[in-house]
């Protein structure tokens, strides 16, 4: 994987690399937002689909867009000698961050403070410079929308829908949604073992965002007793109730799987502010710890543990599923830019992958809809408290 570096010729340079190589076009590839499971697949599935093809390169941006917006850029050539075997891999091989971005990038001020700043009209005047033609934009909904506004300003692209939280409405599943629901079920499982023989209440938090996928697939997967998600807002009491219908009976032990964005009567979510600048999203976390407290406060006696699984759900190698989806998006993503259909992202409906548009895919996210959710049902008729 070649690298390039440049600081204070890099205009120059551009010139130089766009004309060196004038006959080929040129796709430009990103992942933005949090890392998940796949994302070198899809990276693998582009690369090597653009060679198929010939006459393509495909230039990697390093840390999402802010590659091409740091003072010193960080762009890399990706063949496929580069992406052989990376589908196996989690995370991605050109990084990736959920801070910056063309529109509010960080810039250090003379004073040592940090002031966000729109740098949309340096990033369109590199990669024209560049003589990129067309982008790749691998990333969930904050990623698509940034991917809308830079559409706006003439700017080709391509968008490849990925997250763990599967709340994209626009597509049946997004890649790495099934990995994060494997470790998670594999953390129920081991839950159960420890809870039984323990005689304990295990509250396991899981991520999910808005979104209560994950719990709601690796409670019913794990065999959990209760399982709380964002879309229906819980009563501890019904809870207890739970917990103490299973010690009566004799189990003698409980395991509940909550999402992170969990709320419960007074619909308030548990997180904090985010920090970082330039980073758009509250960190969610605490709800299981909450959760705890409130049980504990209602006079449950059992011992009461909590563990919060947090990115290793997104970390380690993708599972079979997500790595055929992931490589399948690539494909179809390099597809769409071959036949200049912008402005698009890549979709699963199965059983085909196909596209909508970039406007479409970010209109309403993916919720769990407790009314006509056939998994919800399923969960009900087995057993598993939903807290309402
Ligand atoms: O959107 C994916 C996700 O992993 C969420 O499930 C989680 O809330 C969030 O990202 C965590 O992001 P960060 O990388 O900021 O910790």
């Not at 999402?64 to 989690?90: Q, T």
């Not at 590199?126 to 990129?132: A, E, H, K, Q």
């Not at 059992?302 to 699984?309: A, S």
């Amino acid at each position: 994987m070649q690298k390039y570096i440049k600081s204070c010729l890099i205009e120059q340079f551009y010139v130089t690399f766009a004309k060196k190589n004038s006959m080929a076009k040129k796709v430009l590839v990103v992942t933005g937002g949090g890392d998940c499971p796949g994302l070198n697949a899809v990276i693998r599935g582009i690369v090597k689909s653009a060679e198929y093809e010939g006459d393509w390169e495909v230039i990697g941006c390093i840390e999402s867009y802010n590659g091409l917006l740091k003072d010193d850029v960080e762009i890399v050539d990706l063949k496929d000698k580069d992406v052989a075997g990376i589908h196996v891999n989690g995370g991605t091989i050109i990084k990736t961050t959920n801070k910056g971005g063309p529109f509010h990038f960080p810039v250090q001020q003379p004073d040592g403070s940090w002031k966000e700043e729109d740098r949309s009209e340096l990033f369109k005047k590199r990669i024209d410079n560049l003589g990129i033609d067309v982008i790749i934009s691998i990333g969930g909904d904050g990623s698509q929308r940034i991917s809308i506004q830079l559409a706006d300003m003439g700017i080709n692209i391509v968008g490849v829908p990925k997250t763990i939280d599967n709340d994209l409405s626009s597509t049946d599943f997004t890649f790495g949604f099934q990995t994060a629901v494997q470790i998670a079920t594999e953390a129920v499982d081991k839950l159960v073992t420890t809870a039984s023989s323990h005689s304990r209440v295990f509250i396991l938090e899981v991520m999910g965002r808005d979104a209560g996928w994950i719990a709601l697939h690796s409670a019913i997967a794990g065999g959990a007793e209760v399982c709380i998600i964002p879309e229906i807002e819980y009563d501890p009491k019904k809870i207890v109730e739970k917990i103490e219908s299973r010690y009566k009976s004799g189990r003698g032990f409980c395991n509940i799987v909550i999402a992170e964005g969990a709320k419960g009567l007074d619909g308030k979510i548990t997180g904090v502010k985010p920090t970082a600048l330039g980073d758009p999203n509250i960190k969610l976390g605490g709800v299981g710890d909450k959760l705890k407290l409130e049980l504990e406060q209602l006079g449950v006696k059992h011992d009461i543990r909590v563990m919060v699984l947090g990115h290793l759900q997104r970390g380690g190698t993708p599972v079979a599923y997500d790595r055929i989806l992931a490589t399948a998006f690539g494909v179809k993503a390099f597809e769409l830019v071959k036949d200049q259909k912008y402005r698009t992202m890549v979709s699963y409906r199965h059983p085909e992958i196909t596209y909508v548009s970039l406007d479409e895919a970010v209109k309403r996210p993916n919720n769990v809809d407790p009314e006509t959710s056939s998994l919800v049902n399923t969960a009900k008729k087995i057993g598993i408290s939903f807290g309402d």
